[in-house]
């Protein structure tokens, strides 16, 4: 009997049809969340009375960018079905490469940061290095610090704060406080600061011990809000939403930066220029995000640490180990605490004016997206993600050219959320664990072993 003979099964192609027909869903979709939200403006004219744009021209844009995305993905899940390739936007082995020679580009990094001010005046002058050095250096490094102090808290022990901002308060009204009522200096009350802010700590760290994961998030959001609110009503104590003006700043070895004749420049024999105090403040919080990572590192290499690690990865069996948790915790909040309240009380001299606004739950979100975008219990990966998303910030005050394209009533900083969240939502898809997720533990049994990451549990290892 003859065989039948047998025709081989066509690989499926795409299906461009059913690809335009969900970009067209898409798009439909947006179109209806656009008509409400995007497609007027408001305004009140001379006579007080509400005034509605048109803003049709936006409601095109969106619809058209979703449904080009949208065709984009269909199109590519329909090539992908048959075969997953994986996406790699850098080389393989890059990560190994970093970690191989990661002292020498601590050391490159080192260099640039010191250097830093002496590039941004040599490229733009001393007029525009002002803000250079203001805007990106030193608010970027701010949050460089605040992410390392929180990553203690999170990235080592992994406890979710989502109210780190309570502890950023505490440094910033305890300096502005006791600096104006008491003329204390601020070399005095900067490790003072970071006492109380590593104090309230503790206070947090007492009712939720037995706490975990989201129950966790939610106590400690509530304590940041509880704190601000009462900036907001305890007006005797903060001045309310009035805020704290007039907060003295830091000086040079009891040389202030002013134009007077015991300033600065008078007494260093210099035209006077408010540069040369940006470039001390810059130089402070660089060696205070510096001694939170030496800090930090050191830390982790102590019994303490590795408590926190263990802590991290499973609380049931760190307890059977006959660590003490109640310990571990406390001291994760107060240290990572502690940082925080440096950083609020340099804020508080930078500024010279404090309000309770500068202490919204989105500044807790900000650092939080920073240490998990980053890599949680990754030094590199938090100042990575800190340069990316507050210099991205600053970076989008820059693109004035947009506005030959969009118009000139086009604003690049008023979409900074919506790029926020673009962003957030493409490094989760790309990288879940974040930008750098290779976590090693500080010892090692015998000998050093790679451990692949289909072996460690999302979310808990």
């Keep these: ?95 190994a490469f970093f970690q191989r020679h990661s002292r020498l580009f601590s050391l490159f990094g080192l260099g640039f940061l010191v250097s830093f001010p002496a590039i941004a005046i040599g490229l733009a002058g001393w007029g525009g290095a002002l803000k250079w050095i203001d805007n990106f250096g030193v608010q970027i490094l701010i949050y460089v610090m605040l992410g390392w102090g929180l990553n203690i808290v999170v990235g080592l022990a992994g406890l979710l704060d989502l109210g780190y901002v309570a502890f950023y308060a505490v440094g910033a009204y305890s300096y502005a406080l006791l600096a104006k009522n008491f003329g204390l200096s601020f070399w005095i009350l900067l490790p003072l600061a ?10 947090l760290g007492f009712p939720v011990l037995r706490l975990r994961g989201d129950y966790l998030a939610i106590v400690t959001l509530a304590f940041g809000e ?5 900036l907001v009503n305890w007006t005797e104590f903060s001045n309310g939403y009035a805020g704290i003006s007039g907060i003295p700043r830091p000086t040079f070895f009891g040389i202030p930066f002013t134009a007077a004749d015991n300033g600065f420049a008078a007494t260093f024999g210099l035209e006077f220029s408010p540069l040369y105090r940006t470039i001390f403040l810059y130089y402070l919080i660089l060696c205070l995000a510096l001694l939170t990572a030496f800090v930090t590192l050191r830390l982790r290499r102590l019994p303490v640490g590795r408590a926190w690690e263990a802590l991290r990865e499973d609380e049931i069996a760190c307890r059977s180990l006959g660590i003490n948790t109640t310990n571990t915790k406390l001291t994760a909040f107060s240290m ?44 590199w990966g938090c100042a990575i993600a800190a340069i990316a998303m507050i210099g991205g910030t600053e970076l989008l005050r820059e693109l004035d050219f947009l506005k030959q394209i969009f118009g000139q009533d086009f604003d690049p900083t008023k979409y900074r959320m919506l ?41 808990h290892g």
Excluded: Y
């Design 1 to 95: 009997m003859a065989s039948k003979p047998t025709t081989a099964k066509a690989a499926p192609g795409r299906d461009f049809k059913a690809a335009l027909k969900e970009a067209g869903f898409a798009a439909l979709v947006t179109l209806g969340l656009c008509i409400p939200v995007v497609a007027w403006g408001t305004r009140q004219n001379m006579d007080n009375v509400l005034v509605l744009d048109p803003r049709w021209d936006a409601v095109a844009w969106a619809v058209g960018i979703v449904f080009v995305g949208r065709l984009l993905v269909a199109l590519r899940q329909q090539n992908g079905r048959k075969e997953k390739a994986k996406i790699r936007l850098l080389p393989h082995g890059t990560i």
């Design 194 to 203: 970071g006492i109380l802010a590593a104090f309230w700590g503790m206070l």
């Design 226 to 230: 509880i704190i601000r609110l009462v």
């Design 336 to 379: 990572g605490a502690m940082f925080g309240g440096f950083a609020g009380a340099f804020f508080s001299a930078r500024q010279g004016f404090i309000s309770p606004e500068s202490f919204v739950f989105m500044e807790s979100a900000v650092i939080l997206a920073i240490v998990v975008l980053g890599g949680m219990g990754s030094l």
């Design 419 to 459: 790029i926020f969240g673009f962003a957030m939502v493409v490094i989760m898809i790309w990288k879940p664990r974040g930008l750098i997720s290779v976590r090693e533990p500080t010892a090692f049994l015998k000998e050093k072993k790679t451990i692949s990451a289909d072996l460690v549990q999302e979310g």
